[in-house]
Nanobody
Framework: QVQLVESGGGLVQTGGSLRLSCAASEISFIIWGMTWYRQAPGKQRELVARLFAGGSTTYADFVKGRFTVSRDNAENTVYLQMNALNPEDTAVYYC?????????WGQGTQVTVSS
């Protein structure tokens, strides 16, 4: 069964940057589109950014101008570039990928931004 492996999280200071990756475990897996979510303690899961099959993107207001979602089809990998991080961005970030009509979840990666 295909797995999505997330990486790139960690601890950074306010104003720092991180790039999250979400990679499929099988080379035959083709990403149609994907969504990045995040969930902080005591809060509901939030939509962060979405990449559609045609290449267009949508961002939540609180990350516009700071985060960028992209993909590498050859490597079956999607990315979330996060710049100008602040403590409010602290959360577990999850990727959700659709392929051939099926949805897959990554295991989540922790992002912690210190003040």
């Amino acid at each position: 069964q295909v797995q999505l492996v997330e990486s790139g999280g960690g601890l950074v200071q306010t104003g720092g940057s991180l790039r999250l990756s979400c990679a499929a475990s099988e080379i035959s897996f083709i990403i149609w589109g994907m969504t990045w979510y995040r969930q902080a303690p005591g809060k509901q899961r939030e939509l962060v950014a979405r990449l559609f099959a045609g290449g267009s993107t949508t961002y939540a207001d609180f990350v516009k101008g700071r985060f960028t979602v992209s993909r590498d089809n050859a490597e079956n990998t999607v990315y979330l570039q996060m710049n100008a991080l602040n403590p409010e961005d602290t959360a577990v970030y999850y990727c959700n990928v659709v392929s051939e009509g099926r949805f897959y979840w990554g295991q989540g990666t922790q992002v912690t931004v210190s003040s």
